[in-house]
């Protein structure tokens, strides 16, 4: 089957889709972009070989912003006598409704037809039905969920319990299963099944195995999700993606594309270009409980910002979008931990858009003299009081360390020669083994060590506080520093809740000092080319 998509904006011809041996496409993008209508277009301009699902318009006859009548295109699939029967109720009964009147209408033509053939001698088996279909899905997905059939009803009762009841007592989710394992069954034979949003009322949970299967259930058709779940879209493994940009109401056509193959990007990072109109940070740690998830998006506030773990992901994420740009045209920079890389690390990893900060790690970014003076001022205490004792302690917590620090600077360094200087062009195996056995002798950890263990004395009985905070690998120095205590905090988990309660409150000089104290320490001005350092109003 060949798919032409709507009118563009740019004035080009529509692009076209061959869907001959397609399980699944994605329709995706921003919330606002007109995927919706974008949807409905194609949705006309196939017809009956078109079928367009809905849980909202489904469970409650309700039209999720759309101008098409979802469950108009099921009732035209529907028997006239369920149709006709579900009119004389006086009431517009639901399109699951009618999906079960239908499901029980065939399955008594079904008995009839088999009990015919039995009174005619004819030796013939009881057909499987949709409704056996669902049932076996249904109890596949809520296994602790029993389906009955009585007096030409379908009940329902969980477990053993003796409570049956009808499906407008089960809740949103199981009847959203009921809904779409029914309305697939009745999709013509051949067609594309349009579905919107796929994971209302679903746990997520569940979301991507329901789905699965129902495609499995079909596999005459085409499914095509409309959707701004990423995560979603990036469980359908190979599927096309239709990116919609926007929507020009003017002439009813759509800046939309066919997305490239991913190019070894992640495909849930691969969904977010599609949903981003803010230009994308990415950033290592965990999305919910780092310090780098809650401190970045409040000093920028312009960028969808995403967590990926590893600094590596951040620095491979950020090259393969920019290497995408004249596609996408979606600008994005990432942010790593300095983790001992010395001054050309930092000054390329800039120059190709990712920002180092100017200390060890983000907890050291905490004892940046500018924040440590913001949060006692914002607590009402003394800053340059509590800032002198934080910069004793944090020098004594240094000197204690300083030959420890020496030695994994000097390993960092050790690993990253081998890493540079192992890969030879020998040309035979006992060349590279000679080559080998002589990078010991030319790398020599112990004038490296002892060139850190010089620097890092002389930071020391110079007191030079920034100079520490950049070599200083050590996460429990912001609760060994005492910061929390002398701004007043009970513990250190408690002063950086401070810090994000001051950045998430209204416009303050304190939250300004914070904001501009975490750019300067990022280079955010060298890699962004400027831009503002304080929360916008």
């Not at 699939?77 to 409704?97: D, F």
């Not at 007592?169 to 199981?174: F, K, V």
């Not at 506030?301 to 994420?317: A, Q």
């Not at 002398?486 to 939250?511: M, T």
Request: aromatic share 8%.
């Amino acid at each position: 089957m060949q798919l032409t998509l709507p009118q563009r904006t740019n004035g080009s011809a529509p692009l076209e889709m061959n869907l001959d041996g397609v399980s699944s496409l994605i329709i995706i993008g921003a919330n606002g972009a007109g995927k919706t209508r974008f949807t409905t277009a194609v949705v006309e301009s196939l017809g009956k070989k078109a079928l367009r699902l809905s849980a909202l318009d489904g469970l409650y006859n309700r039209r999720p912003g759309a101008d098409a009548d979802t469950a108009a295109s099921l009732r035209g699939l529907m028997s006239q006598a369920v149709t006709a029967t579900a009119g004389k109720s006086g009431t517009v009964p639901t399109t699951l409704e009618l999906l079960l009147s239908q499901l029980m209408h065939d399955e008594m033509i079904n008995l009839i037809g088999y009990k015919l053939a039995r009174a005619e001698g004819a030796n013939a088996p009881l057909k499987s039905t949709k409704l056996d279909r669902v049932i076996e899905l249904w109890q596949d997905v809520f296994p602790q969920n029993r389906v009955l059939i009585d007096s030409g009803r379908i009940l329902f009762a969980r477990g053993m319990n003796a409570d049956i009841y009808p499906a407008l007592r089960l809740s949103d989710g199981e009847r959203a299963v009921l809904y779409y394992a029914a309305a697939v069954l009745y999709a013509p034979k051949g067609g594309v099944i349009f579905v919107d949003s796929p994971e209302m009322f679903l746990h997520p949970t569940i979301t991507s195995s329901l789905w699965n299967r129902l495609e499995a259930s079909r596999r005459d058709c085409t499914f095509c999700y409309t959707t701004h779940d990423t995560e979603f879209a990036a469980s359908r493994n190979g599927a096309p993606v239709i990116w919609v940009r926007e929507y020009s109401p003017e002439n009813k056509s759509w800046e939309y594309d066919i997305m490239p193959p991913t190019s070894g990007i992640a495909p849930e990072l691969y969904m977010t270009l599609a949903g981003a109109r803010k230009p994308i940070l990415f950033i290592e740690g965990d999305s919910t409980r780092s310090i780098d998830a809650k401190l970045y998006p409040l000093i920028f506030p312009d960028y969808t910002v995403r967590s990926l773990g590893s600094c590596n992901k951040v620095i491979e994420s950020t090259r393969t979008f920019n290497d995408l740009t004249s596609f996408h045209k979606v600008d994005s920079v990432g942010i790593v931990d300095r983790d001992r890389r010395n001054d050309q690390e930092v000054a390329y990893l800039r120059r190709k858009r990712i920002m180092v900060p100017d200390v060890a790690e983000i907890e050291n970014m905490l004892l940046l003299e500018d924040i440590v003076r913001a949060m006692a001022g914002a607590t009402g205490n003394n800053p340059v009081r509590v800032f002198d004792k934080v910069r004793k302690t944090v020098l004594s917590l240094f000197r204690a360390e300083l030959r420890q620090q020496a030695l994994l600077h000097t390993r960092h360094y050790v690993k990253r020669m081998l890493e540079y200087r192992a890969d030879s062009r020998s040309a035979s195996i006992s060349n590279y083994r000679e080559h080998l056995s002589h990078l010991m002798e030319e790398i020599n950890p112990q004038p490296v060590y002892d060139r850190f263990c010089s620097l890092f004395h002389r930071y020391e009985q110079e007191g030079d506080y920034n100079a520490i905070l950049r070599v200083f690998n050590q996460k429990a120095m912001l609760g060994g520093s005492n910061v929390a205590q002398l701004c007043g905090f009970k513990n250190h988990e408690r002063y950086i809740d401070g810090i994000i309660a001051v950045l998430s409150g209204p416009p303050s000089d304190y939250q300004r000092a914070i904001i501009a104290a975490v750019r300067r320490c990022l280079g955010a001005d060298e890699v962004l080319g400027g831009g503002k350092t304080e929360k916008p109003e």
